[in-house]
Structure formats: C-alpha cells, structure tokens
C-alpha cells in the first residue's frame, strides 16, 4: 500500500510563494517517479513538474523559473517550491507518484495519486 499526502495549499496575494509538501507512506520507496498536477474547476489537469528516481526535473512552461520540484530523501517528503504566483496558478495540486515514469503530457494516468491541496492566489 501505498499514500500520498499534500499539504502546504492556502490563499497568497499575486507576487506570493507558497511551498507544497507530498509525504509518502507505504510499501515504496523515493526511487519512484514524482511529480506535481494542478486542476483549476472548469478545465483540464496539467502536468506542472516532475522528478525522476535520479533526480532529473521537468516543468511545465508556464511555471518554469518559478517552481522547484525536490526530494527530501530522510524525511521521505517530495516538495514543490512556488514563487512569484499568479492568479493563473489557482488551482487544486495533487502529487503523483509512478513505478516508472511520470509524465507532464495530458492524459497521463500515474500509479498513485494524493488527496490534493488548494492554491488560491489573489489579484
């Protein structure tokens, strides 16, 4: 069994940081593929970042700059640091987490997901 939990959501003005955190329990270990989603209520999910089990990053264009994706290996904790937020990063973020790969490209389906955390950023 595996579980993913984030926390870390809340409401920022624009120009704000706000740090995501996804710990992971369960038979499983950080040489899984991670990364971070985010779905605003209307529109489709998108991939914003990813790391691999040898810590190669990936982000999404629009975050790229802003966002940092990392591993905490003791604390078995997988983070997502935001800066400069925009109204456009509004959203609800899920962790994931994939035995092989994660990818950012839409429709992809990872092993596990998270409850999800909600970034509400202010104008």
């Known amino acids: 069994q595996v579980q993913l939990v984030e926390s870390g959501g809340g409401s920022v003005q624009a120009g704000g940081s706000l740090t995501l955190a996804c710990e992971v329990s369960?038979?499983?270990?950080?040489?899984?593929?991670m990364g971070w989603f985010r779905q605003a209520p209307g529109k489709e999910r998108e991939g914003v970042a990813s790391?691999?089990?040898?810590?190669?990053?990936t982000y999404a264009d629009s975050v790229k700059g802003r966002f940092t994706i990392f591993k905490n290996y003791a604390e078995k904790i997988l983070y997502l640091d935001m800066n400069a937020l925009t109204p456009e990063d509004t959203a609800m973020y899920y962790c994931?987490?994939?035995?092989?790969?994660?990818?950012?490209?839409?429709?992809?389906?990872?092993?596990?997901w998270g409850q999800g955390t909600q970034v509400t950023v202010s104008s």
């Open positions: 994931a987490a994939d035995w092989w790969r994660i990818s950012l490209e839409r429709g992809f389906e990872p092993n596990y």
């Open positions: 790391i691999s089990s040898d810590d190669i990053t």
């Open positions: 369960g038979q499983t270990y950080m040489t899984f593929s």
